[in-house]
């Protein structure tokens, strides 16, 4: 007991192994998230501070302690038993060694009971042969593709899809929140053949259906959103004392008049007549979407100037006409970025 009493507030050092890529694992503590991402380890070591860690997926804060995955955790409390088990073994032994060293009592002295032939040999370890505890490096899993750099700290971390905030600094990039939201979209159209395959397979081409045309319907959404919140975002950052009009990213004429106004260039500068025209009544499509489950009406016939539809009809988005609005907000992206006035 005394020697277990003695590893209070003793810091155990455990070897961490790391994947392929230096990284190594962290799990959000919030019961709510539970997201796993990764850090370079020499960044977790040399600039990313005790006192707040971030989540990336949810920003969580909490003290860089806490971050460990169950697994971690797992391993670090069965080596740390494994330690303390050592310890008091060791401890045992040091205890019988002393009792047998001739300290007065009867118990310790080897030499036989005259009237007896009998005698116990006790064989306590040679001093110095103290068994030793070794901690094995507790495992990391495979390293993961997408690797972050944050352009704010220069922490470098890495998630599965997509993340949102940098775990050291807590920033939240516009624009990789932008190229996040694209690749999400592309991999919504890459998967609904993989959908309806796996749904003719099942025999559900029903709900397969159902399921890929909602991920084509909602990746049209998806891009107008990831393009108003980067111009809100890069608004906000380069103009931080003027407030944009509500809404005014949603709609293109007007945003397009608000960049010229700023910046003295616009949407028209990047994109030719007819590819702004479609872009527009793509903007006008997800509207219906979202307001009328995609029923058209009088006002989408006017505002689009869209002659394939008649009031009463629903649209159809097929997977071209996403494609073609990723490549317009992409386009507008980059012009903007490039018009953008450095802070
Ligand atoms: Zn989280
Ligand atoms: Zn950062």
């Excluded at 003290?63 to 038993?81: L, R, Y």
């Excluded at 053949?193 to 319907?217: M, W």
Aim: aromatic share 8%; glycine share 6%; with cysteine.
């Amino acid at each position: 007991m005394d020697a277990l009493s003695n590893l209070d507030g003793q810091n155990l050092l455990m070897p961490m192994a790391l994947d392929a890529d230096g990284y190594f694992d962290r799990q959000c503590p919030s019961e709510d998230c539970r997201s796993h991402f990764k850090v370079l380890m020499s960044d977790w070591k040399g600039i990313f501070k005790d006192e707040a860690v971030f989540c990336p997926f949810c920003k969580h804060e909490a003290p860089s302690v806490e971050w460990n995955t169950e697994e971690q955790a797992k391993q670090i409390k069965s080596q740390a038993i494994g330690y303390i088990s050592t310890v008091a073994m060791n401890h045992a032994v040091d205890v019988i060694r002393a009792a047998f060293k001739g300290t007065g009592s009867g118990f310790s002295s080897p030499v036989p009971h005259p009237n007896r032939k009998t005698q116990i040999t006790v064989k306590v370890n040679a001093p110095g042969l103290a068994a030793k505890h070794i901690f094995v490096p507790i495992t990391a899993t495979e390293a993961f593709t997408l690797k972050v750099k944050c352009e704010e700290c220069s922490a470098h971390y890495a998630v599965i899809g997509s993340g949102f905030f940098c775990p050291n600094c807590g920033h939240n990039s516009a624009e990789q929140t932008f190229d996040d939201a694209l690749r999400k979209v592309g991999a919504k159209l890459d998967y609904t053949t993989l959908v309806r395959g796996a749904a003719k397979n099942a025999n559900q081409l029903d709900e397969g259906e159902l399921v890929a045309r909602s991920l084509v319907e909602t990746a049209l959404s998806d891009c107008v959103s990831a393009l108003q919140r980067l111009c809100e975002e890069s608004f906000k950052r380069h103009f931080p004392s003027e407030a944009a009009p509500f809404n005014v990213f949603q709609r293109i004429d007007e945003a397009s008049a608000l960049w010229h106004r700023k910046l003295g260039i616009g949407y028209d500068n990047w994109l030719s007549d007819a590819q702004l025209q479609e872009m527009k009544m793509l903007y006008q499509r997800r509207h219906l979407l979202a307001h009328s489950e995609g029923m058209v009406d009088d006002k989408y016939l006017q505002k689009s100037q869209d002659n394939s539809y008649k009031a009463g009809q629903r649209i159809v988005v097929k997977e071209k006409d996403v494609r073609a609005l990723i490549d317009y907000v992409s386009t507008i992206a980059n012009g903007l970025k490039g018009a953008m006035p450095s802070v």
